[in-house]
């Protein structure tokens, strides 16, 4: 077991930097954001959309999605440090959509990264860094969202999670089970391993893929990400709407 989230470890309230490494165990979780938002959270250091709540008997972490409103900014974009880096590790997590949920054009659900980890349009060049996110698509389709040394354009590789040929969709009202299993590649071939399972289900599969050109680049965090988005304002929901996430176990 590399982390296992432990939300009764903390009181009720905004999701800090501190509670993270509470819930988590860790000593460098941080959050993902731009100078200019870095300013904000340091005269407020707290993520002013994601909180620590009580719900059905047990604490879970919920993201405020707000009505016309899109970006990593409104929801959490964090990074949860590994205690050591690996080649091969399983991330598993629930999340809810509240009946109701707008899934709009899209946006981002948690992953696993190495290195600088990269997103927002930095390509990986297979020695700084790269990731694995989910995506949630229109009408609760769902797809692995890869930055990888051989992705062809910019904003990252979406891959539709298929069973048996057909769409996988996200359930609303209830919660959802998702697992990722990751192999890191031999440096310059292409047989790293990514594994998707849904609801107890498995997922066509989506290797072979390089995600790096050197054994030094490995899996070294949880990538604790859900957001809107999408870069502009078409993904943003016509009203106040909230995701929320629990059980996170990262074993290797």
């Known amino acids: 077991m590399l982390l296992k989230s432990n939300l009764t470890s903390c009181r009720p309230g905004y999701l800090t930097e501190k509670r993270l490494n509470r819930i988590f165990g860790t000593k460098n979780a941080s959050f993902l954001v731009g100078p200019r938002t870095r300013k904000k959270l340091l005269i407020l250091p707290r993520a002013r959309y994601a909180r620590i709540v009580p719900f059905n008997n047990e604490y879970v972490i919920r993201l405020d999605l707000l009505k016309g409103r899109f970006g990593p900014f409104i929801g959490s974009n964090c990074r949860v440090p590994f205690p050591e880096p690996v080649d091969r590790a399983t991330l598993s997590f629930k999340v809810l959509f509240k009946e109701g949920f707008d899934f709009v054009k ?47 354009g910019q904003f990252g590789e979406k891959n539709f999670l298929r069973i048996n040929g057909e769409y996988v969709h996200l359930n609303t009202g209830v919660w959802n089970s998702i697992s990722l299993n990751l192999a890191m590649n031999d440096p310059e071939k292409e047989n790293g391993i990514v594994r998707v399972t849904v609801n107890e289900v498995d997922t066509d599969a989506q290797d072979p893929v390089c995600f790096r050109k050197t054994d030094k680049l490995k899996i070294d965090h949880l990538f604790l990400s859900c957001f809107m988005g999408g870069d502009d304002n078409s993904y943003s929901p016509l009203h106040d709407q909230s995701v929320m996430l629990k059980d996170f176990n990262v074993d290797y």
Request: hydrophobic content about 30%.
């Open 106 to 152: 899209g946006g981002k659900l948690p992953g696993m990264a190495g290195g600088a980890g990269n997103s927002g349009g930095q390509v990986p060049t297979g020695y700084d860094g790269w990731s694995v996110r989910f995506m949630f698509k229109e009408k609760g389709t769902i797809c692995a969202y890869l930055y990888h040394a051989k992705m062809k």
